[in-house]
């Protein structure tokens, strides 16, 4: 049925009313989406508002948009919330959105509980506040055994930063002779790295107009499709998610290999 609409020209042809979202090819869905969240202050700022005042609606569009996810039962989605290089920003800014995250997990994460949702961090957690980590903490203690969508949020995360460490990790092991250099290969690294635990990256959406990755993932996004929207994050809602989403459906991917029909 989406073929109706995305099948020749662009959108035009979508009947008034009818939901994208409804449309959605469940067999044809990725296994892990990661969305970089961007344009909260954009969004402010065009309407005159301070920049909080976008990351407060961003939160809005997060909650949407995991609902979206737990609705479509789909394995994991990993969203940036605030990258290592996000500390270049003003302190009050910085200080908001820490407040931010400590609210949002104090006020939701009963509801992620019973939606049956898996929550986990990455990144330098532990340089966060003391407080914040003991909320990171308890929250992932106490939906880890849960065996619906895996949520993972990205606070003081970076790509290369995660490289680092997984590069660390394994030259100590070399050092403690535990590890043979040439037994270093691409299973072991990614073991090493803060998403073990997850499927690689099918899905890329990036909000805002910008089409890089800043630093997001970027072991895991190797053989990823990206999906980018002019749309700022706090406008982002179910029906944009479609939008990704049928568009993924359409993609061939060959991983290198060769087209099977042709
Ligand atoms: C994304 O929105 C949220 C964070 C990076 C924390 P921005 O704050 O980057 O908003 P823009 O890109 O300046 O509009
Ligand atoms: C990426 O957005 C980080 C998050 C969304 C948390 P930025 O706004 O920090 O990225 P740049 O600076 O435009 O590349
Ligand atoms: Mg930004």
Redesign the pocket.
Known sequence: MWKKIFGKSDKTNIEPGESLFEQIDRERLPRHIAI???GNGRWANGKGMVRSVGHTAGVKALKRTLKAAIALNLEAMTV????T??WKRPATEVEFLMKLFSEYLEKEIAEMDSDNVCIKFIGRVNELSPGLQKQIADAEQRTANNTGVRFTV?VNYGGQDEMMRAVRSLAQDVKNGTLEPDDIDCKLIESHLDTRELPPVDLVIRTSG?M?L?N?LIWQTAYAEFWFTDTNWPDFDKEKLAEALLDFGQRERRFGGLNKKK
């Open positions: 970089i969240m961007d940036y919330a605030f990258s290089e996000n990205g910008d890089r800043s997001f």
